[in-house]
Structures are given as C-alpha cells and as structure tokens.
C-alpha cells in the first residue's frame, strides 16, 4: 500500500504526517509541487511481460503525458533482488540530487521510496505499483529502491539523454529512515 511519512527537514525520527489515504497523500504531495496519479493497465501485466507489452498497455496514458508535457524519450526499468550491480545503483539513487527536468516515474509492478526535500520539509513517498510520481525539475530528492529491490517502473524524460543528475553534496538522505525490502 502506498504510504506518505512527512518530516521536518532537521527532525528525522519525528514524522508531522504518516497517511496511506491517497486523498491525502495527493494533496500533500500536490501542495509541494510533486503529482501524484494512479494508472491502470488496460492488459493483463505479469512478471513475464516483455517491455513493449506493457508499454503498449499503458500507452493511452503515456501518450496523454508526452502531449501535455512534451517528453522525448520513454522506456522501462525493472531491478531485481538478484541484479549484480543492484548494490552500486542503489547507492547512486540515495544521494540527494536535482534534475533539469522532472523525473517521471510510473510503477507497473514493486515499490520504491521517492524521498523529497522540500521548503524545510521531507516528503517520503512509498510508490507501489500503479502509482504515478512526478518530481519536478530542480526539486531536491533522492530514491531508495531497498536492499532487496524488486520493481518494474516506466520512465518519461525530457532529455533524450535519459538520468542525469546534479548531485547536492548534501548527505541529509543518510539521517532518514530507507526502505526495507
């Protein structure tokens, strides 16, 4: 179930907001600037679903995206607990960053944690699946996929270079709680 924690950016073991209503999970995240949908598949998605099958069963959605925002580039990202470098990408996502753009990420299947830092606040977003999140470009965040990831996620981008990210230096994501898988 998806699940919004909400801190004090200098409070980390004291949470001010912990919801899993989607209304108000939707209107926090919303009053930060940050969309939050849900999608539903219009085909059957199973854990064996090649990535052009469930492209194509979200395709209506996908396409309503790219006109309204003008993204270039779309694909799929699934992680596994048995992924070699799982270790290595999930250090990478941890590290508080922006984008230029906004990073777009819907879950077909699994969960992730999109933890922003926002106006003093941190937003920590267990996105599952049918969950849509869009962070807006130059937004402090960062992404915990667990120790033990198990997602698949579609991803829309601007940049047709795909992730690029601009690291704050800032090591705020090491005092807060990550996801545990």
């Not at 699940?3 to 004291?14: E, F, Q």
């Not at 052009?52 to 779309?74: C, F, N, P, W």
């Not at 599952?128 to 962070?135: A, M, N, T, Y």
Request: charge should be negative.
């Amino acid at each position: 179930m998806s699940h919004l924690s909400v801190y004090a950016d200098n409070r980390p073991g004291k949470a001010i907001l912990k919801t899993s209503q989607f209304t108000d999970i939707k209107q926090s995240l919303e009053d930060a600037g940050v969309v939050l949908e849900r999608w539903s598949a219009r085909a059957e998605i199973g854990d064996d679903t090649d990535n052009e099958s469930i492209l194509a069963a979200y395709r209506h959605e996908i396409d309503k995206l790219i006109a309204e925002r003008g993204y270039q580039t779309v694909d799929v990202v699934s992680m596994h607990p048995q992924h070699p470098d799982k270790d290595v990408f999930r250090q990478k996502f941890l590290a508080e960053h922006t984008h230029s753009e906004d990073e777009v990420r819907f879950f077909v299947r699994g969960q992730g944690l999109f933890v922003i830092h926002k106006d003093g606040q941190v937003f920590s977003m267990l996105c599952e699946k049918d969950d849509l999140i869009s962070v807006p470009a130059n937004t402090k965040h960062w992404f915990d996929m667990g120790p033990n990831p198990r997602f698949t996620a579609i991803r829309l981008f601007n940049n047709a270079e795909g992730w690029v990210a601009k690291f704050t230096g800032d090591e705020i994501a090491k005092r807060f709680p990550l996801l545990e898988n």
